[in-house]
């Protein structure tokens, strides 16, 4: 059963940074593709930034050039390096890890991280 821990959340001011950390149990960690999700009170959740297996990358476009995410696949724990957070960050982050199709459940979840962008 794959399990995904995450860490890293918190209150930062404007401007601030934060790195968000993730770590999945299990040995399928390498042929996943790795993400974060949030979602603000009142919205849909909303992917923030993925990456591969084979280390492509996606981010949304309001995170563009401010966050970065990276994967380290010798821990088991994907990154999100979030830089010059403004308000409009504050929520609730998720993890995600998604299998290749042979698999039969092929996402599954962290329980969130709460990131509060305040002064």
């Known amino acids: ?14 401007g601030g940074s934060l790195r968000l950390s993730c770590a999945a149990s299990g040995s399928i960690f390498s042929i996943s593709t790795m993400g974060w999700y949030r979602q603000a009170p009142g919205n849909q959740r ?8 084979d280390g492509r990358r996606d981010f949304a476009d309001s995170v563009k050039g401010r966050f970065t995410i990276s994967r380290d696949n010798t821990k088991n724990t994907v990154y999100l390096e979030m830089n010059n957070l403004k308000p ?4 609730v982050y998720y993890c995600y890890l998604h299998l290749p199709p042979y698999y039969s459940v092929r996402d599954h979840w962290g329980q969130g991280t709460q990131v509060t962008v305040s002064s």
């Open 88 to 91: 409009e960050d504050t929520a």
């Open 1 to 14: 059963q794959v399990q995904l821990v995450e860490s890293g959340g918190g209150l930062v001011q404007p």
């Open 46 to 53: 909303e992917l923030v930034a993925d990456i591969t297996s």
